[in-house]
DNA sequence: ATGATATTGTTGACATGTCAACGAAAAAGT
DNA sequence: ACTTTTTCGTTGACATGTCAACAATATCAT
């Protein structure tokens, strides 16, 4: 009934090290589902409104393709979830005077109450998981994480 | 053009905390990416493949709910995909005698000659990952993991 | 024994992630 | 000016992740 945290195949030579990516499937499969709850009770949004939420802010306009750079969502995807987000009124559109490909992006009266309401609860998840480690891992894992992204990055040329 | 690490929202109290799922929410999908990438060149065979492959291992037969104990990966996921193994001649299956509810699996010959190829080509990927990381990153991102996944078990409880 | 309960694997439904093609509009090159 | 290239957002196709219902079989309790 308990579940394998190691493959064993990879745990002949390099005990530890080979699973690391798989470590980062399961931990981030799991925050991912902890998030969707906690949002879905707090304020009956999903994850993915959440990002784009954050992303547009309380205030101001922005454009899908700023959403995109900044959460790194695909553009697709960006577009199909905020088609849900103005039905359910928690996104309003204008357009772009003078870029007609673009239109400008904010949250409703009832995005923005949504937004401020959740804020300040997802910064409190936030807060409980990163409390669960020591100062010297969480500097660490950011670190580390950054250097797997960019070894990822570096690999593909090699291989 | 640059992607923003951090949602600027959350920089006001605490800076680094509190972008620790988003990040590894990108580097998750980024070495998912790679990795995709890297054995449909070594080997033409998918990630989620790959990942059964591995816990059905070169001999023995496994049953459903071994590998998804082992693996974490969902049972109706797991049916669909050893559909598809099977017809490509990956996987075999023979019936558990002692219980009509289970299947027995095991590679073909075929699955045997992939896993066999595929297996040190992961191994160095893997090394090459975490070989980017010092010792101490290497041993802190897994307690951090470890505890991460934890605390969104326990938290879980309390809201 | 037999009736309730649990387990095994299949299937359906639906959200999300990834890639590529496309038309419209703007920017750049000549 | 006008052709080429780039950017913007939409759409389609398809793989993957998540949840729940289900039939068949096995186990457990009495």
Redesign the interface.
């Known amino acids: ?4 945290k190691y ?4 745990d002949n ?2 005990p ?6 798989w ?6 499969s ?3 589902v ?2 969707a ?2 949002l879905e ?2 304020s009956g949004i999903g994850l993915a409104q959440w990002r784009i939420m ?2 547009i ?1 309380p205030d101001g306009w922005t454009t899908h393709s700023e959403i995109c ?4 969502v695909d553009k697709g995807q960006l577009s199909r979830s905020l088609k849900g987000m103005i039905e359910s009124d928690l996104v309003e559109t204008k357009n772009d005077s003078l870029d007609q490909r673009q239109q400008r992006l904010s949250l409703t009266r009832k995005g923005r109450r949504i937004f401020k309401k959740t ?1 300040p ?1 997802m ?1 409190e ?9 020591s100062k ?10 950054d ?7 570096d ?2 040329f ?2």
């Open positions: 009934m308990t579940i394998a493959p064993a195949e990879f030579d390099t530890l090290q080979e699973v690391l990516t470590r980062i499937h399961h931990v981030h799991k925050l991912n902890h998030a709850k906690f009770k707090v954050l992303a802010g750079r900044y959460t790194a804020l609860m910064r998840r936030q807060s409980f998981l990163v409390g669960s480690l010297s891992e969480r500097k660490a894992i950011f670190s580390a994480l250097k797997l992204e960019t070894a990822a990055l690999h593909e090699l291989a």
